[in-house]
């Protein structure tokens, strides 16, 4: 029994079409579906990937109008991690986001950089036979699109705290009790720990992650969240999200974890061809679409995949 490495992680933002328009504009990725957070209908859930919408690759936002920018602290965090296929990659992105406005650091062998709200993403060139995730984009060539997620960089004040939850709770592997790996048989991803910044308080806020999600197959996660729990997790049961299952735990050191599953998918409700072009919602939902397509922020159009 493995979990398949990262299945999404979700942020937040306070400008929904800006967020469209950078990641679906910017960084080539799909809209793979637009729906709401099913704790708080009122809030927008965006879920940006691949062609398919595949777990590995599921970037998610809460949208807050006029939510303050958070600050990454102890307990959260604070780096996206995206493999590429090459340094030539590399070069193509450091290129494509200074023609648009966005700070870089390149030093040839990754890059780093942040969205319009300050959260921070690095791309490093594939270093695993993991299959390449990728969204077609009119102005990214295939060759050059991001591939998937790599892994994740959190701050934390006592990284060893977690280490018995982390391997024997979760099946995370490591050398030195601070990167960590989590592979299954189709896919892997890292979950690595960086000190605290010194001065940094944390505070939740636009441009900061809400929680980190691992992929577990449907017949397996109810084990999973038994592993956990015997482990010392604090665990939600099983909550059905009707595009996934989710349970959901904070980790020793502070970072939100859930375990989702790999499907049902995004398709269950739309054409695989049409994903993400309008608002979706659950069937539990679907009687206040009238109300919240009132309320929700308009967001601009996803782009022409084929254009």
Known sequence: MLLEGIHHITAITADAPGNVEFYTGVLGLRMVKQTVN?????VYHLFYGDDDGSPGMDLT??????AARGRPGAGMVHRIVWRVGSAAALQFWNERLEQHGVSVEFDGESLVFADPEGLEHELVPAAVSDAPLQAT???VPAEYALQGFDGVRAYSTDPTASAGLLLDGLGFETSDGR???VRGERRGSFYAYDNAPPEAVASQGAGTVHHVAFASSIEDHERWRTRAAEAGAHTTPVIDRFYFRSVYFRE???VLFELAT???GFAVDEDAA???ERLSLPPR???LRERLEATLTPLPYPRDKSS
């Open 274 to 276: 049409h994903l993400g």
């Open 285 to 287: 939902f679907e009687p």
């Open 137 to 139: 984009s009119p102005e």
């Open 262 to 264: 790999i499907g049902p």
């Open 252 to 254: 020793p050191s502070g």
């Open 179 to 181: 990167t960590w790996e």
């Open 38 to 42: 099913q704790d708080d209908p009122t």
């Open 61 to 66: 936002f809460f949208e807050y109008p006029g």
